[in-house]
């Protein structure tokens, strides 16, 4: 049996950004049409080494794609010079439960939550959008820019980030690459990001709102995918309550998004005030923008069913492009 095996660059030459995105249309249309399983991801706490590994497996009967995601964040690893986070995938033949392909999970989890973003901005933003508001200049955000540049004819991108040496370098490396505009400038405050934004994206780990409801104009489009426990709010609750909410899964949602849970337990909203799933505008089961003014928000946490769907695509371009290394398995 053969096995083949993707590193980092060879699942993002795999993985193209527009397959990415209507990869992740099917799959949280499959998860709304139930159409998806996904079971609770599971912990496994390594308490001497303040470590955890999660392990997520997902599997879509529409489109045929089975995998399992391991994923370990051990903080202790600053201290020794190594990532904090280390992933893999591992793609399954849906019919016969074979292992096909092997392949780094940090990369592929980048482009899939990137697409996700941009699944929305093109199915929530207006046409005519032109400016980004970015928040962070890290790995996500790299491809959160590429997302929504590729659903749409960015002119502008402002950035703000706390690691200004970080944002420099993301100019230096993204302007003018492939989608993304030449125009990349760092912004001294968050009210600079966001005055002018037509999309705006947060990818940080910041605990507390990155910017204050009231800077928002009309039409506005976020995505907000920073924030990723039931603590942790990136969007104020000011400009949840402003907006109509989307979020890839509503049970997940509502159990891990801080952006969410925490204005509701402050009694500013309802769960009732999330309009719906991504899937179901996907579906045509509820509309997405209804005018030019509304202010539409997409909060993602990540589900597995993104990891499998990813998963088989870039297996399929890594077959059709010649790329990885097969072993004997």
């Known amino acids: 049996m053969k096995l083949l095996i993707l590193n980092a660059e060879e699942v993002r030459s795999a993985l193209r950004m527009s397959d990415a995105i209507e990869a992740m249309k099917a ?23 303040e470590g955890v590994t999660l392990i997520m497996p997902a599997y879509l009967s529409e489109t045929e794609d089975l995998a399992v995601k391991v994923v370990s964040v051990f903080p202790q690893n600053i201290a020794i010079s190594e990532p904090t986070i280390y992933a893999a995938v591992l793609a399954l033949d849906p019919v016969t439960g074979r292992p096909l392909a092997l392949m780094e999970g940090g990369t592929l989890t980048a482009i899939r939550t990137g697409a996700a973003s941009g699944a929305a901005t093109d199915l929530l933003a207006r046409e005519d959008a032109k400016v980004v508001g970015l928040f962070g200049s890290g790995v996500q955000a790299r491809t959160q820019l590429e997302a929504v540049c590729t659903v749409r004819k960015i002119e502008q991108v402002l950035i703000f980030s706390l690691d200004q040496t970080g944002a420099e370098q993301f100019i230096d490396e993204l302007a003018g690459v492939n989608p993304i ?31 204050s409801g009231k800077a928002l104009k009309a039409g506005t489009h976020i995505n907000a995918v920073g924030a990723f426990t039931p603590e942790m709010q990136e969007i104020s609750s000011e400009a949840i309550q402003a907006s109509r909410v989307y979020v890839d899964s509503r049970e997940a949602a509502l159990d891990e998004a801080g952006d969410l849970i925490i204005p509701i337990n402050e009694g500013i909203i309802t769960e009732e005030h999330i309009f719906g799933e991504l899937g179901e505008v996907v ?41 990885g290394t097969e072993i004997n398995f």
């Not at 996904?38 to 912990?43: A, D, G, Q, V």
């Not at 030449?182 to 910017?211: G, K, Q």
């Not at 509304?294 to 499998?308: H, N, R």
């Open 181 to 211: 505009p030449t125009d990349l400038r760092i912004v001294a405050s968050p009210e600079e990001a966001v005055e002018e934004a037509d999309i705006i994206c947060t990818a940080t780990t910041s605990s507390v709102p990155v910017f």
């Open 283 to 323: 579906l045509g089961k509820i509309e997405g923008r209804t005018s030019v003014d509304d202010i539409t928000l997409f909060k993602s946490v990540g589900v597995a069913v993104q990891d499998a769907i990813a998963a088989a695509r870039a297996l399929e371009g890594a077959v059709e492009r010649s790329l």
């Open 27 to 49: 799959a949280f249309a499959q998860l709304s049409a139930g159409n998806a399983q996904f079971p609770l991801r599971s912990r496994l706490e390594i308490d001497a080494y």
